[in-house]
């Protein structure tokens, strides 16, 4: 590359940076008599700032709406700052927003849920964007997109009311956030026995019978519980979801 | 008569398209109305599942498929992202699109995605860096491959070249097709103060494969390419003016702000038919 041209490059990349009139102005003294107009290229530094805070305004609705606009305003800015696009597809710059909020929520006030809040907002969207394949399965399979979070709040809840509850519940939960099948939306719970039990003859090639029989379990009920989470999506079954 | 690069490919004209967006995943696959080409935003299917990848299969069924990128980053001075590209022959392999396109821009600094269509100065020194890195995608994805002009607001400092003629060489040098944006013409042209009929005849239009139209947004001082509106008149009017100098040649409806119905977007799509339809017929 000729040395005008990373000439060029280098500048813009200091602009871009952190875009604003301070910056503006060492972009413009890089390049004298360079007579575009000012507000001509500031264009493209709010195009450029405008593309993170619109990702994270979309993957983290509950998280700006618990902080408020003033918080909300502050994280997406040391965020930007922090340069997160790394990644062609545009919605990964968020992937580090929870544990960017982890790090600044002591320091800023914020409420002890939030990190985990976030955790769980991107982990909805990361589950729902899963590259992990729809599989035909030949017997009982855990469904390859399965996150699980671990945190001392009922986020579950919380998310589910959309924002109606003035925060989650404390205590121990263990959600579970896949993506259905076919709907091939986020479905979320609190991990249950049940849930749990089903996922585990999943895991390790359990027949229902050999369950009931070391367990206890009616088979009957058994069989409604792996019936119910293949519905649900949680576990995939040879014969599909029965949709 | 010297072949146009649709002939030397042999890639025929496909008619009025539009673009798969994803308030359209559910609908578009269904549709019962007229529709002879689908164009997808690569980014939204390298790396996501689920639900986008469902709705290109299905429309992967009924369409030809053109994937037209935004995060090539033809233009940057960061090497080429392998795993872009190779995601990109790959998704480019599996809808067998007949040719795939992305800006004539730079998006990446640093390592940073800038996400944005970010403007090179029109350089000779800006056009020997492109060119080589042209080839190199044309050689990884082994299918034929169009530069789209974008809009741009500010000229970039240092430049020495006429935008045509910027254009032209690159598109020339590394001998790819040209997907003409008729809307950047016209806010262009605006923007810039230049004649965009006097700009298009200073185009290698015998490269022209693909044709965009799109709505804009008008502010007090600039002309902003927002695809956010209906195609205005003066841009059919020029849209006509290409057609006539390139023929028919693929057509895209581009609605990515302030989306309509699907219905709405199909009206427009069949507009731009009727014009392809004249021009055959002549």
């Known amino acids: 590359m000729k040395p005008g041209l990373k000439h060029f490059f280098d500048s813009m990349g200091a602009y871009f940076a952190r875009p604003g009139a301070q910056s503006l102005d060492a972009l413009y003294s890089e390049h004298p008599g360079w007579d575009a107009p000012r507000g001509r290229v500031s264009v493209y530094g709010d195009f450029v700032r405008g593309h993170v805070r619109g990702v994270l305004e979309k993957i983290f609705p509950l998280v700006r709406k618990v902080v408020g606009a003033e918080a909300w305003d502050a994280l997406v800015e040391g965020y930007t700052l922090t340069r997160p696009a790394r990644h062609h597809e545009l919605n990964h710059l968020a992937e580090g927003f929870p544990a960017f909020v982890a790090d600044a929520a002591p320091s800023r006030g914020l409420a002890a849920f939030v990190p985990a809040l976030a955790r769980f907002e991107w982990t909805d969207f990361a589950v729902f964007a899963s590259e992990a394949p729809p599989e035909r399965v030949e017997r009982l399979t855990a469904n390859p997109t399965l996150a699980v979070l671990e945190h001392p709040y009922r986020l579950c809840a919380y998310v589910r009311a959309q924002g109606a509850l003035p925060e989650p519940e404390a205590g121990e939960e263990l959600a579970l956030l896949w993506r259905h099948p076919e709907h091939l939306v986020t479905y979320y719970v609190e991990a249950t026995p049940p849930a749990l039990l089903v996922l585990k003859m999943a895991v390790e090639g359990l027949a229902v019978a050999d369950v009931a029989a070391a367990t206890g379990m009616p088979e009957a009920e058994l069989r409604g519980a792996v019936e119910r989470f293949t519905r649900d999506g949680l576990v995939l079954a040879p014969g599909g979801s029965g949709d | 008569m010297v072949a146009t690069y649709a002939q030397r490919h042999g890639l025929k004209p496909l008619g009025a398209g539009i673009g798969l967006r994803r308030s359209f995943y559910e609908e578009l696959p269904r549709t019962e109305r007229p529709l002879d080409w689908v164009e997808i935003i690569p980014e939204n299917f390298l790396s996501l599942g689920g639900r986008p990848q469902r709705t290109l299969d299905a429309c992967a069924e009924r369409w030809p498929v053109l994937p037209h990128g935004v995060g090539l980053d033809i233009g940057g001075p960061d090497a080429l992202d392998g795993d872009y590209v190779n995601r990109l022959a790959a998704l480019v392999a599996r809808v067998d699109a007949p040719f795939f396109s992305d800006h004539l821009c730079y998006s990446r600094l640093d390592g940073v995605y800038l996400h944005d269509l970010l403007p090179l100065p029109f350089t000779e020194a800006a056009v020997e860096h492109v060119?080589?890195?042209?080839?190199?995608?044309?050689?990884?994805?082994?299918?034929?491959?169009?530069?789209?002009?974008?809009?741009?607001?500010?000229?970039?400092?240092?430049?020495?070249?006429?935008?045509?003629?910027?254009?032209?060489?690159?598109?020339?040098?590394?001998?790819?097709?040209?997907?003409?944006?008729?809307?950047?013409?016209?806010?262009?042209?605006?923007?810039?103060?230049?004649?965009?009929?006097?700009?298009?005849?200073?185009?290698?239009?015998?490269?022209?494969?693909?044709?965009?139209?799109?709505?804009?947004?008008?502010?007090?001082?600039?002309?902003?390419?927002?695809?956010?509106?209906?195609?205005?008149?003066?841009?059919?009017?020029?849209?006509?003016?290409?057609?006539?100098?390139?023929?028919?040649?693929?057509?895209?409806?581009?609605?990515?702000?302030?989306?309509?119905?699907?219905e709405a977007v199909l009206d427009e799509a069949d507009v731009a038919r009727a014009a392809l339809r004249k021009v055959a017929e002549r």
């Open chain 2, 131 to 262: 060119v080589p890195r042209v080839r190199e995608v044309i050689a990884r994805v082994g299918r034929p491959f169009l530069l789209e002009n974008p809009s741009y607001y500010a000229r970039m400092p240092g430049g020495t070249l006429p935008e045509a003629d910027f254009l032209r060489h690159v598109v020339e040098e590394a001998d790819c097709g040209l997907l003409l944006d008729v809307n950047n013409v016209y806010v262009n042209a605006l923007n810039h103060g230049y004649d965009a009929r006097a700009f298009v005849d200073a185009l290698p239009l015998e490269r022209v494969v693909q044709v965009h139209l799109a709505g804009h947004t008008r502010y007090p001082d600039v002309i902003i390419d927002t695809h956010g509106d209906r195609v205005c008149d003066d841009v059919w009017s020029l849209y006509q003016y290409v057609l006539e100098r390139t023929g028919p040649v693929a057509t895209l409806i581009e609605w990515d702000q302030d989306i309509p119905s699907l």
